[in-house]
């Protein structure tokens, strides 16, 4: 694996999961492959459980990790080409990027969307400069319009929590928010879990108000319904997340109806466990009585972040050494 960033870099889902899996009965059987091998990880947005769980995987396959906050401690990064920089930027990603790629054997780089211009974000302009000038295998640490860290761990929860013979419905439910919040957690939720479909390993369904279709390129193959109700009828799992507008990009509209996930709402399904992939805003997009309660695994979910990034490192290590 030379790149991670989304379900089209992975060759074969179910062995990934199981891998991951692996790992996690196993954490430390790997604990050489990466001896003398660095991993940079570069963020330009906040995160807690991305940078420990990645740093708790490196940790575990050998692997020396650096951390660079680039928002708060890089110099401002320029990302345009033909330009003369005299104005706030002081720092081209050409020669960043490449610089970084000297220091390390592999690089995770966390870049959210602006929400200002959907054509800028969705080429993921930044990401792929990132990779064409480090020079070394990248993974991402979520992109402006996936999270793939994420969804192979959902994937995985998921996996986990499933011991029966039928495919389990796994819904994703809109839930409000106090603020616009980028779309690429749930693109890719979606775009895992439709190839998890496609291979027979799900249902899966979209319920959101109108307004909030999600780019169909990540939807293609899901139910989709604007009625909650309709769509937590016999799920067995619920998949909570908020995502501003697509269609009129970046913006919250108001919605009619309640789309808060709580008690009686959970009544409607099977009996279904409860993800988020966190943070979650309590009483707002997810009713406390539900987070506290058994049905909630946005825990083990958040634990489970460090196998799938184990299971894609020691695919990174693996390839290097293939390339060597
Ligand atoms: N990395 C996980 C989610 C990150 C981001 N959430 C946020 O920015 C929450 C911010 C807030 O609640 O104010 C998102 O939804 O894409
Ligand atoms: N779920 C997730 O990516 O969390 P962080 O933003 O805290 O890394």
Partial sequence: MKQFFSVADVANLPDIVDEALRLKNNPFVYGQLGTHKTLGLVFLNPSLRTRLSTQKAAANLGMNVMVMNMDKDGWALETRDGIAMNGTTVEHIREAAAVMGQYCDVLGIRSFPKLQDR????????????????GVPVVSLESATRHPLQSLTDLITIRENWHQSRKPKVVMAWAPHVKALPQAVPNSF??????????????????????????????????ITHVLDDALADADFVYVKNWSSYEDYGKIHPVSGQWMLNHSRLALTNQAKIMHCLPVRRDVELASEVLDSPHSIVIQQAGNRVWAAQAVLKRMLEQLSVDK
């Fill in 119 to 134: 054509e800028a974000d969705y080429s993921e302009d930044l990401f792929q400069k990132f990779i064409a000038y480090s």
């Fill in 190 to 223: 979606a775009e895992w879990m439709c190839r998890a479909q496609g291979e027979g390993m799900a249902e899966f369904t979209i319920a959101h108000p109108p307004g909030y279709t999600l780019s169909e390129q990540f939807t293609h193959g899901a139910t």
